[in-house]
């Protein structure tokens, strides 16, 4: 099997890598500064990982990342690539710093999504979105987080759709919540380990079939209201 991760030097990415090594997978993982990505880097060694860089905001970047991949197939794309921008007011909302977090969470996914689509095989292919329960309309009690509430919540309806348009060539398109987790930017008082998350994460993707596509879901498995 061919993963592939994105914004996989720290956190729940690099997590994600770990698992599927120690899994027999083969892996794709990528960094926007490969140079910088030294725990990624001390992976390598495992001789089923590359690691190729990736700005998931510029066009550019993506065009050259897919070329690099020739014509490897994607049994599994992580969208796992996301900032969160701070977590503005209502009183200090900055409209530009909401485009760069749109621009990386959200259309940073789809354009990943969509240079790598010829490679990921029918019948068998699975996207998967790394987004937040902080992008359910549903569950946002406690307001603000402009930027990353609202790219959040954008990531959850390109997947949607992808489910929608794909689902006649079989390829599986969710979005995943991976719980408050030890990363830069869940804090290190969150509950639950980078390596926790990551093998919520693996299995649930394990387990998915054609009847999950289009749906949100906790790591753990059980699905959030939109």
Avoid at 173 to 200: K, L, Y
Wanted: no cysteine.
């Amino acid at each position: 099997m061919q993963v592939v991760v994105t914004g996989a030097n720290r956190g729940i990415g690099l997590a994600l890598v770990g698992t599927w090594l120690a899994r027999g997978a083969e892996v794709i993982a990528t960094a926007r500064d490969v140079k910088l990505a030294t725990d990624l880097n001390a992976m390598v060694a495992n001789g089923k990982l590359r690691v190729l860089p990736l700005d998931v905001a510029r066009d550019d970047s993506v065009k050259a990342f897919a070329e690099a991949l020739g014509d490897t197939s994607v049994d599994v794309l992580v969208n796992n690539a996301g900032i969160s921008g701070g977590w503005d007011t209502l009183a200090d909302v900055s409209i530009d710093n909401i485009l760069q977090v749109f621009n990386v969470n959200a259309l940073g996914s789809l354009r990943v999504t969509r240079a790598l689509l010829p490679r990921v095989p029918k019948r068998t292919g699975k996207l998967v979105h790394i987004t937040s329960q902080m992008g359910s309309i549903d569950d946002n009690t406690s307001g603000g987080a402009y930027a990353y509430r609202m790219s959040k919540a954008a990531l959850n309806m390109a997947s949607k759709s992808l489910a929608v348009d794909l689902s006649g060539r079989g390829i599986i398109s969710v979005v995943v919540h991976p719980g408050w987790v030890q990363t830069d930017m869940g804090g290190r008082s969150a509950p639950v380990r980078p390596d926790e998350s990551a093998e919520n994460i693996v299995a649930l993707i394990e387990r998915l079939t054609m009847d999950a596509t289009g749906k949100f879901f906790h790591a753990k498995g059980h699905e959030i209201a939109w």
